[in-house]
T-cell receptor
Framework: GQQVMQIPQYQHVQEGEDFTTYCNSSTTLSNIQWYKQRPGGHPVFLIQ?????EVKKQKRLTFQFGEAKKNSSLHITATQTTDVGTYFCAGSLTGNQFYFGTGTSLTVIP | EAQVTQNPRYLITVTGKKLTVTCSQNMNHEYMSWYRQDPGLGLRQIYY???????DKGDVPEGYKVSRKEKRNFPLILESPSPNQTSLYFC????????????FGAGSRLTVL
């Protein structure tokens, strides 16, 4: 069945270092979304990418969607303690079924 | 305040005792869905509903039932819970369509003994 793999599972960084998480799908996606879940919280929508090769930025966060629409990445520049949490990608083929990655848990060491 | 409300937030039950987790949204969203979150597995979709009286299976529907009799409510029913259904459950809703941005509830932590 449809799978979305996400790496790494865990990442510890010093505050100020950069962080990247990667998602790979076994099939071509119609779009991909990214969510952040703070410890003890619920997933919160960050962004959606739809077009092949799309790049979007939100302040220190940069999101990319691959040319083949099968992979995506989230890059955080100069991490802060407020970035702590688990980041999930969620791929969709039809807009109705979502295939979440396993998540990357980010720890930022002050 | 626009939100998705789940109840109960925490529940400990025993094998075989039927339970229902309620989910309600006040945003007039067409689309609603249920997920379970387990360590190392991320979020897996259980069921989703595109509109009233329309429901479809997600990736892991076995052991669960849902209904969508009203637009705002989408309860998750465990007819005969088993220990492997111990998990953190999230309900989510959205406007639907191609730009299907999910708004999640706070989560319901279920333990089946």
């Amino acid at each position: 069945g449809q799978q979305v793999m996400q790496i790494p599972q865990y990442q510890h960084v010093q505050e100020g270092e950069d962080f990247t998480t990667y998602c790979n799908s076994s099939t071509t996606l119609s779009n991909i979304q990214w969510y952040k879940q703070r410890p003890g919280g619920h997933p919160v929508f960050l962004i959606q990418l739809v077009k092949s090769g799309e790049v979007k930025k939100q302040k220190r966060l940069t999101f990319q969607f691959g040319e083949a629409k099968k992979n995506s990445s989230l890059h955080i520049t100069a991490t802060q303690t407020t970035d702590v949490g688990t980041y999930f990608c969620a791929g969709s083929l039809t807009g109705n079924q979502f295939y979440f990655g396993t998540g990357t848990s980010l720890t930022v060491i002050p | 305040e626009a939100q998705v409300t789940q109840n109960p937030r925490y529940l400990i039950t025993v094998t075989g005792k039927k339970l229902t987790v309620t989910c309600s949204q006040n945003m007039n969203h067409e689309y609603m869905s249920w997920y379970r979150q387990d360590p190392g597995l991320g979020l897996r979709q259980i069921y989703y509903s595109m509109n009233v009286e329309v429901t479809d299976k997600g990736d892991v529907p076995e052991g669960y039932k849902v209904s969508r009799k009203e637009k705002r409510n989408f309860p998750l029913i465990l007819e005969s819970p088993s220990p492997n259904q111990t998990s953190l459950y999230f309900c989510a809703s959205s406007l639907g369509g191609l730009t299907n941005v999910l708004t999640f509830g706070a989560g319901s932590r279920l333990t089946v003994l």
